[in-house]
């Protein structure tokens, strides 16, 4: 048996080849679900790390150094970081002093001339601190890709989305994040119409909002994509033995 799962809203190449040998098919996205056979495909959400949802507010806020009465912004760029994003935000550093600000930049792009304030800390990665500071972190600043974004819903964090161009991708992030901002989870920006103004107005937008997508992401129907995929996993091999 060959199973799948295609993370993004429209298909990849590999999983437009596979599909012909596929015994089922699973996708993140419901919309996902017009592009494969219907009669061996499922909508299960996405597989997101068990443990991303394990942290603890108290804890993150304690390692960063930060107040607990004072929000967070997280801002993470992908395994690289993203170098638009990342001028960006240092340059409106001055406009966002309402928050206390975690930027992971990517390998390479710490900038020494930010280290020492108290309000904004800059890493190359973060690993096992993760979940907490992730419970600590109040809106986040993310592209478009369908694990990152999940787990942010998972976690019920309202997200401004910068998705890859065209440029940059196939396309697949902008279309994962104008579904986000369709069903009320995420705004979105595309990095074509980045500066410091129109992420200073969107942040404006995404706080005045937050409850409002609070509120649409804890009402939507829990789904547990691991868990589907083992018991289906689990269901072959029984059936193959």
């Given at each position: 048996p060959v199973l799948i799962h295609e993370s993004d809203?429209?298909?990849?190449?590999?999983?437009?080849i596979a599909q012909r040998f596929a015994t089922k098919i699973f996708t993140s996205f419901e919309e996902t679900l017009n592009y494969f056979p219907k009669d061996k495909t499922a909508a299960i959400g996405s597989p997101i790390r068990r443990g991303i949802?394990?942290?603890?507010?108290?804890?993150g806020t304690e390692l960063l150094g930060f107040d607990r009465k004072r929000p967070v912004l997280t801002v993470m760029g992908g395994s690289l970081g993203a170098k638009?994003?990342?001028e960006t935000i240092r340059a409106a550093l001055p406009l966002l002093k309402d928050y206390q600000i975690i930027h992971l930049c990517g390998k390479g792009n710490i900038d020494e001339n930010y280290t020492n304030l108290k309000d904004y800390k800059q890493f190359e990665y973060v690993f096992d601190e993760l979940p907490h500071y992730l419970a600590a972190t109040e809106f986040v600043i993310t592209r478009g890709g369908s694990n990152s974004i999940f787990e942010f819903l998972a976690l019920k964090i309202p997200m401004l989305i910068i998705p890859l161009t065209k440029n940059q991708s196939r396309g697949d992030q902008i279309l994962n994040g104008r579904s986000f901002q369709e069903k009320g989870y995420a705004m979105m920006l595309e990095e074509e119409n980045l500066s410091v103004d129109t992420l200073v107005r969107h942040l404006s937008?995404?706080?005045?909002r937050s409850d409002e997508m609070k509120e649409k992401m804890t009402s939507l129907e829990k789904k547990d994509a691991i868990g589907v995929l083992v018991r289906e996993i689990n269901a072959r091999l029984e059936t193959s033995n």
């Open positions: 809203m429209t298909p990849g190449l590999a999983n437009k949802l394990k942290g603890s507010p108290y804890k638009k994003i990342n937008d995404l706080k005045r």
